[in-house]
C-alpha cells in the first residue's frame, strides 16, 4: 500500500495553491503548510487501516469500505472517532470525506441511471476502484460561494455564483464557479464536485457533479491563512496537527465524460446533496465527539492545577462537556444502529445523524465558555512564549503562575487551554462548528421536513375519539 | 395467564388505602380510582406480551424476561416505548418498575453472598419465580421521606425518616418508616422495598430490602388526591390513563425472612440502590420518549388549527419537542448497545442511561412552553365543559373559537393541550420529571463521579510532551 | 370616595355572566366567584390610594392620575409594585388596565382629531372625567378571537373573527364580536374595548374603540373554571385572591356616539394597539416583579425546611429568581427614567418596556422549574387536605413529612409550593406569562421593528472607512 | 489641561515593561504598542471632557467628577458609554478604572479612620487632588495572581501569591506580590493597589493598599502579546484601538507612608475591595453596553450584505444581541437612580450593578454566536489580507465574495466580523467579559449574599397564616 513518503513526494504536481498572497510551489516543506502535509500524510501511518476487500479483491483502506449494514457503520464511526484521538484531537479527513461523497454518489447515480437511462454508476464505480486500489486522497467540494443568499442560482447577477456547466463538448464538459470551505483540498490528489441544493429546471446547469485530479488546469486553491500559528507563538497543538480550508476556483475547467457524474439532471441534484450530508454529518459526529476530549481533559487537569476541582460550578462545567460529547456519541450509535439500506448501501439514520449535528451546532460554545470558565482570566492576560524564554521573565512567570501545581507545568496547560477557548484557534472551530456540513437553519430545515409527525398525530386524534 | 378481569377480582383484599380523608373500601369501582384500576389492568389486554421462557419453562410476560444482552434490553427498550404508546401516551409501571428491581437484586445479593456467605440470592429468585409464574403486579418502594437533607439516616431528630429495621426476629423482622412517591402501589401485588442511598455502618439497620403483599398488616398508603379528574370537567386524557402516587407507610411490618433481601450489609445498599436506579432511569427514558409524542402530536395539530403550522417559530417549538424525544430514544438505544454484564445479566450503559436521565430532567419543560406558545392565551382562558353544554353559552363558544379549523373540534384540541401544558397534570408531570428516578443533582452527581476522565487527561499530558 | 361595600353591592346590575355553565345573579355570593369579587374590591381599602389632583380638581385615585413626567411614572411603577404585595403576590387590575387604556386613548385621539377634524378626543376625556371622579373600575379588552391567524380580519371565513361596526346610526354604532382574555371584566363598572392591531384599509370596520357599561344589553361574559380552587381542596393562595378571566361577547351591542373613540380610522388602529401595550407592559413588568416575590419567598422557605438552604444548586435556583425578578423591575425603573412625551403625556419607554416584557415571557418557567427543584417530589405526590383532616392519617403523614422543621409546618409551605408551581395555578400563570399583553412573537416582532440600528451601522462603517 | 503629546512624550520614563521577551525603551514609537499608547492618549482629544469644579476650585477632568447623586452617576455612565463609541466600541480605560478605586477608598478609608484613629482619608485625598489637578492616567491592581484557588493567602506553599507587606519601616513599607490583569498599567502615571478579596486576622500582611508611579524601582509588566495584530493581517479594530494587559510585579517595593492606605486593617479588605467591584462593575456594564453596538452594526450590516436580513433566525440573531445591550444599559440607570449614599459619596445599586454584570459575564457568548450565525462559514475560511493585495487572486476573490453587495465591500465586512467573533480578540474577550471585574462565580455569591429575602419570606408567612 501507499505510504507516507509516497505520498508527500507526489503532491508537488503542479497544483496551484496560494498562501497569504503567494504561489507555493512546496507544499511539503513550507514552514506552515507543512505541518498541515504531515497531517494528512499521517493516515498512512495508522495502523490497522488496511483490510482485505472481498468485493475489489483488494487490501484497501478502511474508509473506502462500501457500508453494507450496522456494524459497517459502526466501524466507520469508531475508525473516524478513534483516528481523531491519534492526530490529537484533530480530525483527519484525508478520506473520509471523499468516500461520505463515494458512497452518496453510488446510491444517486444507480437511480438516475434508473429513471434517464444514463451510465453514470459505472463511472462512480471506475472512479472508486481507482481510488480505492491507489489509496488515494480525497476532498469533496459541496458549498458553493452563493452570493445573495435571497436568490436561487440562476437569479444571482453575477452567474458563476454556484459552480455551472458553461459548455458541453464531445469530449465533456467546461466548468466555472467556485467552492467555498474545501477542507485539505491542496493535500488532495483528486477533487469530487458536488451540488450544494436542490435545484429546479431554471438551474439545470447548475446540476452537475464530478471528480478531477486536483493539479488539473484552471484549479486554484486560495488557503486561508493560519494565523493561529503564525501569530500565536505559544500555541501548542496547532503546531502538531491541523486542516487548511480553501477557497477553490474552477476557472473555465474541463472535466472529462468519464469523471462527470451528473451533468443537467435537476432533479437528482438534492438527493445527492443530502446524501452526502448524511453521511458527512455522520463523520462529523464521530469526530466531534472525539474532538470534545481535548476540552474535557484539558477542563480537567486545569482544575486540579487552580485547586479548584471540587467547585460545583466547575463539576457543572465538566458536565456540559461531557454531555456534549456523549450526546454526540448517542446519536452516532443510533444512526449506525438504525440504517436505511438503499441501492445496497447503508445510510445512517437521517434522524439521528441530524438530532446530533444540531447539538454540535448549538452547544459547542459551551465546551468553549466551560473551559474559559474553569481556567481563569490568565487566558486573556497570558504572556508570550517569548517572554518564558528571557531568563529574567521567565522567573517571575514561573514564580507566579504557579496553582495547586508548579508554575512552569500550569503555564503549559494555560497555554493550550488558551488556544482551544480564546485564540484564533478556538475562533475557527466554532464558525465550523456553527456552519460546517451545514448551518443550524439548514440542520433544523432538514430535520423537521422529513420528521414522521403523524404517528403522534394519530394518537392524538385516537384519544380526542376515545373522550369520556 | 392471567386476565383483567382475575386480576381486577383480586385487589379488593384488605389493602389499607386512603384517598381524600377517607379508607377505600372498594378500589375497582371507585369513581376515580377506578380509571387507574383499569389502566393497570390494561396490562393483561396487550397483545404479544406473554412469551415462552425457557430459563422457567413457562410462558411468562416479557417485563420478567432476564436481560441477557444488547438485543434483550432493545427489545425491552421498545416494548415499553410501544406499550405507553397504547395507553394513550401514558407509562404503565404495572411489571416494569418490579422487574427493574428484581434485575437489580439479583446481581446484588450475588455479590453479598459471595462476599458475606448469605443466601440472598437463592431468596430473590424463588420470589421472582413466583411473581413471574403468577403473572403478578408489583411497586417497588425506594424514597425515603428523607426528614433534614443535611442529615444522614442515623442522624436525623426521629430515626423513622429512612425505612429501618426495628426488631430482628427468629421468623423474620419488623421494620418502621415511610417511603414517598410509590406509584400504583395500591393496585400492585406486592411491594418490593429497597434502599434510597448509599449506606455507612451507623446507618446499618437502614441497609434492609424485602418484598411483602401489599396487605401486609401494619402497611398503609395514602393516595395523592387526582385533583386533574376532580376539578377539571374537561380534562380528557386523566379520564383515560392516569397513574395513582401514594406515600406508603411501614407500621411495623413483619417481613418472613424468605422475603428479606438485605438486612444490615449496608455496603451494598449503594450498590443495589444504583442497580435499581441505572435499569430503572432506563425505563423511564424508554417511556419519557414516548410520552413526548402526547405535546409532539397535540403541538402539530393544534399549529394547523391556528393557522400557524408555517411560522417559524412554531417549527422551533416542534423542533424542541423532537429534539427531547429524539434525544432519549438515542440514549436507551445507546445504553442497550452498549451494557455491561455482570453476573450474567445485561445492564443498560449507565453513562447513557444518565445522560438521557439528565436531559429529561433539564428539558421536560420545553414540552410545556412549546405547546403553550403554540397553542395561544386560550389555554388560560378556556370556558369549562359546563359552558360547553349550556346550550345558549354553545352556540357562542364554537362561533368564536374557531381557527383554521371548526371551532367544535378546535375546542377539543385545547381542552387537551390545556390539559398537557397548564393543568394539575402538567405540574404533576413537571414536578416528576424534575425528581422521578432521582433529582437532577443526583444524576449530575452519579454521572461525573462515574464518569472515566482519564484517557482525555492521557490525551493532554501526550500533547503537552509533544509541544513542538 | 367609594368604598368597598357599595362597590361590591353594585355589582348585582343584570351584567349577563356564565360560570361553569349557569348564568349568575348573585355575583358577591358565589361561592367561588366572590373571592375575586372581594380581592377587585380590596383596592377600595388601600391606604394612601387618592390624592388631590389639580387638574379635575377633586380627589381621585392614584390611577387615574395621568403622567406628565418621569416620577409619575416611577410613582405608578410602584405602586403597582406595592399593590401586588398587598394583595398576596396577586395583581389588582381593577383600574391599571382601564387607566392604560385611557391614557393610550387621549394620546391618539388627539393626532386624530388633528389629523381628521373629529372630536374624538373630547368624549376620550369626559368618560375620563366621569371615571376618575366616581371611582369606577375598568376592564379592557383588546385580543379578539383572531380564528385563522394566517388571515387579516376581513379575509376570514366568519367575519365576527374580529370586533366590528355592523352599522352606523345616528345615534351610535353597532358593534359584533368577541373579545378574549378580558381579566376582571365581570367585576368591572366599565369596558373600554381598543382594536388588536393595526389594521388596513379594507379592514376599517375592525378599527373601532368605544367604553361601555358591563351591564349593557348584548354584552356576555363568559368566565373560565377556577379549577384551582374546585379541584384542589388543598389550594392556599388562590382561595385569598384570584383574577377571573372571561371571553367577553359583543351580540350586536349599540354604542352611543359620545362613547365611541374610534370608528374607521383605520390609519390609528395600530397607534391605539401599541400606546395600550406599551403602557400595559409597563404594569406588566411592575406587578411580576412583586408577583416573583411568591416564589423567592416559598423558595427561600423552602429550602430551609429542606436542610438544602446552603447547596450550590439551590443556590443556582434562587439566584435565578432573583435575575428575574429584578431584570423586571430595571426595565420598569429604564422605562420610566426615559419617557417619551406626547400629547403632555409620559409614555414608558417602549424599548425597555418591551425587552422586560419579552424577558418575562420566556423566563417564567424558570420561576416554576427552579421552585419545583428546591421543594422536592413531593409536589407531585402530596396527600390532600381531607386526608390531613382524617386524625388516623394526619399522625402518620405529619410524622413523615417533618424535614428540618416540624412536619405541620412543612406541610403548608408544601402545599403552597405545589399550587405555585405544579397545579392548575401555575399551568394558568405559565400561559399568561408567555401569551398576556401580547406573545412572545408580537413583542419581538415589536422590539426589532422600533429599534435604532443606525447608530450602531455607522460606527462599523466608520472603523471600515478609518482601516489602517 | 494636559494634552495628547504631553502625556505621550511623558511615558518613557524608565518604567519597567516587557513585551514578548524584550525591554521595551521606547513604548510610544514600538510598532505595536503604540497603537494603544494612542488609545490612551486619545481621551486628551474628547470634546467636553473638563469641567470646573467647585469643590477644587479647578478645571478637571469629569472622570474625576466624585459622585454625589444619581445625577453625578448618571452622568458617569453617559460618559463612559459615549467614549466608548467615540473610540470605537473599545473602552477607554485610562482615568475610568483609577476614578472607581479612588472613590471606594475615600468612603472606605473615613470609616478606617472613625474606627481606628488613623489618617488615611487625608492622604487619599491628598493623592486624588494631585492626580485631578495634574489630569493624569491611573491603573488599578486588584487580582492578585492567587496560586491554589483553595486556600487563603497565608496558607499558601509561596507566601507572595497575594501581594503583601514584607516590612514596615520608619519612612514606609516594602511590597511584594504580583497581581495579574492589570490593564494598560504600562500607560499609566500612577498604579493604586488594592486587596482582591476580604481578609481574615492571620491574613493581616495581605491587608494592604497604595499608590505608586508606574516608574517605580521593582514595578515589572510583562504585556500580554497582541496576536490579534500580528498574526492577523487582516484585523481592522485591533490596529485602531485596543488596551494592554499585564501581569505586574512588585519586587520588594518601597511605598512612602503618605502613599499607603491601608497597612493591616483586614476588616477593612473585604470592604475596599467590594466598594470598588461596584464601582467599576458600574464601569463595567456602561462601557460595554456600548461595545455591543460592534456586534448589533456588524451585524446588521452583514446580514444585508449576505441577503438574509428578513430571516427569522437572523432577526433572532439581532434580538439577542440588542436584549444583551439594553439589559446591559437598564442595569446602570437603574443603578444610577437607585444609589446608596456613604460618606457624602454616591455609590451605584449594588444589586442592579451586579445584575447587570452577572448577565453580560453569562451571556457575552451570544454576540459572538449570533454574529457568526449571521456571517457564515466564510469567516473560518476567508482568505488573508495578502491574498486580496495579490492581483491574480483579487479579481477572483472579489469575484467570487460578492454577496448581496460588491464582492470588495462585503470582504471588509467579513474581516471585522471575523474579528469580532472568531479570532484571538474575539477569544480575549470571551475571556474577560467572563471573568473581568470579578468571575460569574464570584458575582454570584455576591449577589446572593447581600440580597434581601426576607420581604419575601415575610408576605409568604402572611399568605400561610391567612390560609382559609
Redesign the interface.
Known sequence: MRDKNSYLSSLNDGREV?Y???KIEDLVNHEILKISANHSAGIYDLKDRIFYDNELNSNISKYYKIPRNSNDLLDRHNMIFNHT?EF??VFNISQAIGSDALFALMITTKKIDKNKGTKYFERVRKFYEYVAKNDLTLTTAQ?D???????RPSEQ??K??YVRIVEKRNDGIIVKG?K??TTQSIFADEIIVIPTRAMTEKDSDYAVAFAIPTNTKGV?M????I??V?????S??S??DFEV???T?F?NVFVPWDRVFLAGEYEFAGLLANLFATYHRFTAISYRSAMS??F???G??MAKA???Q????V??D??NM??YK??L???A??AA??PVIDEGIAIPNS??TN??K??TNSHF?EL??SL??IS?????????K?????EI?KQ??E??????IEGKDRI??ID?A?EL????L???W???M???EG???AS?IA??RN?N?Q??????????K???
Chains 1, 2, 3, 4 share one sequence.
Open positions: 496560494y497569504r498572497g503567494k484521538l490529537n484531537g458549498t460561494v452563493k452570493g445573495d443568499r435571497s436568490k447577477v453575477d458563476d455564483m467556485a467555498a470551505h486554484k486560495i488557503a486561508r491563512p494565523d493561529e503564525e501569530g500565536n507563538s505559544s501548542i497543538l503546531r502538531l480550508e480553501t477557497i476556483i476557472d476530549d481535548l474535557i481533559g484539558t480537567s487537569l487552580n485547586g479548584i471540587d467547585s460545583r460550578h463539576r457543572e465538566l458536565l461531557i454531555m456523549e450526546i456519541k448517542m446519536s450509535v443510533s444502529v438504525n434522524l439521528y438530532v446530533g444540531l447539538y460554545h468553549i465558555t474559559i470558565d481563569g482570566g490568565i487566558l486573556a492576560t497570558m504572556p508570550s517569548e517572554d518564558i524564554e528571557n521573565e517571575y512567570i514564580k507566579y503562575l504557579r496553582g495547586a503549559k496547560l493550550l488558551k477557548s480564546a485564540s484564533n478556538s475562533g475557527y466554532l464558525t465550523t456553527i456552519h460546517a448551518s443550524i437553519e433544523k430535520l423537521l420528521y409527525l404517528n403522534a398525530e394519530e394518537m392524538i386524534m385516537k384519544i380526542l376515545s373522550e369520556k
